[in-house]
C-alpha cells in the first residue's frame, strides 16, 4: 500500500454504544457519526467513557450494545479493514518501549505493508517536522512524554489513514509541536479525511473541532457546533469551559469546591 | 521556608538504614518492572505489590542457592581430608584449594552477574538521588545512596560472607582457616561489588548515547548475556552438583604442577593461604599467595572505598556521564509481515534478560543429559537421543505462551495493527522454532563425542524443527482462544497459569504424538520382521506424519477457534 485506503459512507457512524464492565456501565447508549472532512470532538470529564468509546471504534473492545461503522466496517466483524483505514493516538503511549523510534518505524511500515519509498518520505517529513531526528535511534523508554507522543503522531500517520482516531493527541507536545499537528490535521481535512477528536482540554477543542459532543457518564449531554452549544445552556458569550460544566452539571459544583479549598488555604496560612 | 517543615541536624543510621530499604525497593521496582512488562492494564498498586514480592523471592532464591552451594563446598572439604573421597595425601592441598578457589570464583561470578541489573537500574533510575530532594544535609544524602545500594544485595552479602567459612570451619575445625576464608569471602564481595558498579557505569552510558546504533546493540547482547551466563551457571552448577566430586578430582590432579602461576591469580591465591592457615601439610608457593592475596585484599579495600566515593557523589545528585550521541540518517526498512513481527519480537525479547534466556532453554535443558554423554565409550543408542531431545522439544512447545506476553504492554499496540491474530500467532510460532535449530546441532555434537547406533538420530533432532513449530502454533491458537475469545489480548501470565498449564500440557502431548508414532511404528515393523533400518525408516516417515497431522490440526483449530 503506498496510499490512502477509501471506504465507504461515512467515517464514522456509532449507534446506541452500550460497554459495561461487569456492573459499571462506561458508555451507556451513545449515538453521533462523523463526516467527511470534519473535526469531531469527544469531551467529557475524566471517566466519562471518552477511551473507551475510542477504543470500541478502533476495534480494541467490543461494544455489549449498539454498532459503530467505520467507513462502512463493523468493527467487530471487520477489524482488519477498519484497523488499515484509522490511525490512532491513544491516550497512554502504547509503544514497544525497549525498541528505539528508528525500530519501532520499521515495524509499522513493514506490518502495514507500505511501499519503502512511500515510507522513507513521509517518515522523513514527520521526523522533521517533529524534530525527532536526535531521539531516532534512543530507546522510546527514555524518551520524554512529549518526544513519545511524537512517536505516536507519526505512527498514527505514517500509512496515510482516512481516518483519524486521537486520544488527547496534543499531550505533552510543545507549542511548536502543537502547531505542526494542527497543520497536519488541516491537510488531512482538505483531503477529506476525517477526524474524531477526543480530550478534555476544551480550548484546543474550541479551536479544533466543527462539532462537539459533551459527554459524561458514558451518556451524551450535549452535541453540537460551540455556538449550538452555548445556545443549548443559555450562556451565550461564555467560554467552553463554562459550556462544559453546565452540560455536564458541574459548575455549581465545581464553585462551592473552589470556595472550600480557598477558605482551608487561608486558614493554614493564619496559622 | 515556613515552620511547617521542620529541619533536623542528622537523620541517624537507623533512619538511614530505613529509607534506604525505600530507594533499594524503588530501584527493584524499576528492574521487576523492566522484567515483568506482561502486565498489561494491571493496576500499579499490583504491580507494586508483585514487584516486592519478585524482590523478596529473588533474594531468598540466591541465598538458598549459595547456602547450599556452601554447603555442597563445606562437604567436599570434609570428603577430602575425612578420605571420604580416595585422594592420596599429597594431593590433598591441591584439592582444598581448588575448592575454596571455585566456590570463591562461583559467588564472585553469581554476585556480580545478578547484581549488575539492579545496579545499572540504581544508577539510571536516578533513585538514588531521591536524598538530594529531601530536606536532609549533603552527608545524609550521600549515606543513604551508599546503604541503598548495599541494601540490594544485603541477604546475598551475608549469605555468601557467613555461610561457606561457616561450612569451611565445620569441615575444618580450623579458627586460622576459617577465619582466612572469611577474609576471602569479604575480598571477593567488595571486588565483585566494584566490578559491577564499573561494568554498570559502562553499560550505562553507551547504552544511553548510542541508542540503536550497532556499538550499542553489541553491548546490549553482551549485558543480555552476562544475565544468560548467571542463570545457566546456576542451572549447570545446580545439576552439575552430583558429578562434583570426580570433576573436582580430576582438575585437582590436572592443576597441581600450576599452582606455581595459580597463586598469582585470584582467587587462587586465597585459596592457597586458607589451606596453608588450615595446616593441610604440603602447601607449595605459600609466599607468592600470600603476596598476592594482600594485593588483592589491598585492591579490595580500594575498591570498595572507591564505590563508596562514587556512590556519594551519585547520592549528592552527580550525573554518569552518557557521551555524545551521533545522528543517523532517518531510514525505513521494510520487511515482510511475519519477518518484522519476528523482528520487533526478538529486538523486545534481548532487552529483557528474563526473556532472553528463554532462547536458550533448550540448551539448559540439554546439559543434564549431555553430561551423560561424556561418560562411557559404547555408542549412543536412539533412545538416549529420544529423551535427550523430547524434553526441549515439548518444554518449547509449552514455552510458545510467554512469548505472547514478551510485547508487554506493546501489546495494546499490536492490537492496533492491521494483522491477522492467525499471522503474529504463526510468527512467534517461527519464533519459538528458531530456538529449536539447536536441537539438531545438539545431536550432532553428541555424535562427535561417541558415536550414534543409527542415522536416525540425527533425522530425529532434525525432525524436532517443524515439529515444534506445529506444537507451539497449537498451543498459542489454543490459549488464544481460551482467554482471549480468539482475539489477542494483553494478559499477565500470572493470572491465567491455570489455562496456560492445561494449553502447554496439551500442546505437549501433542508434540509428543509423532514421537510415539515413531516408537509404535518402530515395534510394529521390527514384529513384522523387517530389518531395523528399514524399522527406523518407518518411524521417521511416521514422526513426518504425524507433524502433518498436527499442522492440519493447527490449521483447522485457527480457522474457526481464531476470530478476526
Known sequence: MSGRLKGNGEPIIAKNLVRKFGDKVAVDDLSFHVKPGEVYGLLGPNGAGKTTTVKMIAGLLSPTEGSVEVFGFDPVINPIEVKQRIGLVPEDHILYKSLTPREFFDFVASVRRLKPAFAKQRLSSFVDAFELEEYFDKPIAALSHGTKQKVSVIAALLHEPQLLVLDEPLSGLDARSARVLKDILNFHLENEGGILFSSHILEVAESLCDRIGIIDEGRMVAEGTVKELRKMVKSVGGSLEEVFLRAVQQDTEVAATVEALRRSLKETRRR | ????????????????????????????????????????????????????????????????????????????????????????????????????????????????????????????????????????????????????????????????????????????????????????????????????????????????????????????????????????????????????????????????????????????????????????????????????????????????????????????????????????????????????????????????????????????????????????????????????????????????????????????????????TETILRAKAQLITCMAVVIPIVVYVVSLLRPLTSWVSLALGVSMIPLVYVAAFLSLVLFTRIIGGGRLIGFEISQHIGQM?????????????????YGLTWILLIDLGFPIEIAHLGGIISVWFGIFLNYLLGKILASRALRD
Request: with cysteine.
Open chain 2, 501 to 517: 498449564l492445561v494449553v502447554g500440557m496439551l500442546a505437549a502431548i501433542l508434540a509428543l504424538i509423532p514421537l510415539a508414532l
Open chain 2, 1 to 420: 521556608m515556613s515552620d511547617s517543615v521542620s529541619p533536623k541536624e542528622s537523620l541517624g543510621l537507623r533512619t538511614i538504614w530505613r529509607l534506604a530499604g525505600k530507594i533499594s525497593f524503588e530501584v527493584q521496582f524499576h528492574s521487576a518492572l523492566e522484567m515483568s512488562q506482561g502486565a498489561f492494564g494491571q493496576s500499579i498498586e499490583k504491580q507494586i505489590k508483585k514487584a516486592r514480592s519478585n524482590s523478596r523471592m529473588n533474594k531468598g532464591m540466591v541465598s538458598i542457592f549459595t547456602l547450599i552451594l556452601a554447603a555442597t563446598f563445606g562437604f567436599l572439604v570434609w570428603a577430602t581430608l575425612s578420605g571420604f573421597l580416595e585422594i592420596s595425601p599429597d594431593l590433598q592441598w591441591t584439592t582444598v584449594a581448588l575448592i575454596v578457589s571455585v566456590f570463591t570464583l562461583m559467588n564472585f561470578g553469581f554476585l556480580t552477574f545478578w547484581g549488575i541489573m539492579q545496579c545499572t537500574a540504581f544508577i539510571s533510575s536516578g533513585a538514588a538521588a531521591i536524598g538530594m530532594h529531601l530536606p536532609v544535609s549533603r552527608s545524609d544524602a550521600s549515606k543513604l545512596a551508599l546503604f541503598g545500594y548495599i541494601r540490594l544485595f544485603d541477604v546475598q552479602i551475608i549469605t555468601i560472607v557467613v555461610g561457606f567459612p561457616f561450612a569451611y570451619f565445620v569441615a575444618t575445625f580450623s579458627p586460622l582457616g576459617s577465619l582466612l576464608c572469611l577474609a576471602a569471602t569479604l575480598a571477593t564481595v567488595a571486588l565483585s561489588i566494584t566490578v559491577m558498579l564499573l561494568l554498570a557505569i559502562y553499560f550505562h552510558s553507551k547504552i544511553q548515547s548510542s541508542g540503536g546504533s550497532r556499538f550499542s546493540t553489541v553491548i546490549r547482547l553482551v549485558f543480555t548475556l552476562f544475565f544468560v551466563v548467571a542463570i545457566m551457571g546456576f542451572s549447570i552448577a545446580f545439576q552439575m552438583l552430583s558429578f562434583i566430586l570426580p570433576v573436582i578430582e580430576a582438575f585437582a590432579i590436572a592443576l597441581s604442577p600450576f599452582w606455581n602461576w595459580l597463586a598469582f591469580i585470584f582467587p587462587f591465591s586465597f585459596g592457597l593461604i586458607v589451606v596453608q592457615a588450615t595446616g593441610i601439610p604440603g602447601t607449595p608457593y605459600i609466599w607468592f599467595g600470600a603476596a598476592s592475596s594482600l594485593l588483592f585484599g589491598v585492591l579490595a579495600i580500594l575498591g570498595i572505598r572507591w564505590s563508596g566515593r562514587f556512590l556519594t557523589r551519585i547520592g549528592a545528585g552527580a550525573v554518569v556521564e552518557t557521551g555524545p550521541s551521533k545522528i543517523r540518517p532517518v531510514t525505513v526498512k521494510v520487511s515482510r509481515v511475519g519477518v518484522a513481527v519476528m523482528r520487533k519480537d526478538l529486538r523486545i525479547a534481548f532487552r529483557t534478560p528474563g526473556q532472553a534466556i528463554m532462547f536458550f532453554l533448550p540448551l539448559l535443558m540439554m546439559v543434564p543429559f549431555i553430561f551423560q554423554f561424556f561418560e562411557g565409550t559404547g555408542a549412543i543408542h536412539v533412545m538416549d537421543i529420544l529423551i535427550l531431545i523430547t524434553t526441549p522439544a515439548t518444554m518449547l512447545s509449552f514455552f510458545a505462551i510467554f512469548f505472547l506476553s514478551v510485547e508487554a504492554r506493546g501489546m495494546a499496540f499490536t492490537l492496533t495493527i492491521p494483522l491477522k
